[in-house]
Nanobody, 121 residues
Framework: VQLQASGGGLVHTGDSLRLSCVGS????????ISWFRQAPGKEREFVVA???????RYADSVKGRFTISRDNAKSTVYLQMNSLKPEDTAVYYC????????????????WGQGTEVTVSS
């Protein structure tokens, strides 16, 4: 599956953004989709995931602020980000996995190109 992430931008603290991850191919619905992010000088970290059954998993740092959803008919996963903080600044990547440990970066075999989110204080 090929993935393309979009929706990033420059916003202020407290603003919202919605990221999209569009997949190609009819098998999109069979994959667990995760969002990871990488800030400058830091390792890539897990943000949120939605499995192929619609179950979700969130990093503690984004719980209550971010919401992930998927529309398999459009082969798209959305990441609604509210109440953004400067520490959310990073390049956000979507990834697809067939692994039961899909929240681990190394268990994702397909990656989008990343979309940059910058939150100014």
């Amino acid at each position: 599956v090929q993935l393309q992430a979009s929706g990033g931008g420059l916003v202020h603290t407290g603003d919202s953004l919605r990221l999209s991850c569009v997949g190609s191919g009819r098998t999109f619905r069979n994959y667990h989709i995760s969002w990871f992010r990488q800030a400058p000088g830091k390792e890539r970290e897990f943000v949120v995931a939605i499995n192929r059954s619609g179950g979700t998993r969130y990093a503690d740092s984004v719980k209550g602020r971010f919401t992930i959803s998927r529309d398999n008919a459009k082969s798209t996963v959305y990441l609604q980000m509210n109440s953004l903080k400067p520490e959310d600044t990073a390049v956000y990547y979507c990834a697809a996995s067939s692994s039961v440990q899909y929240w681990r970066p190394t268990d994702n075999g397909y990656w989008g190109q990343g979309t940059e989110v910058t939150v100014s204080s």
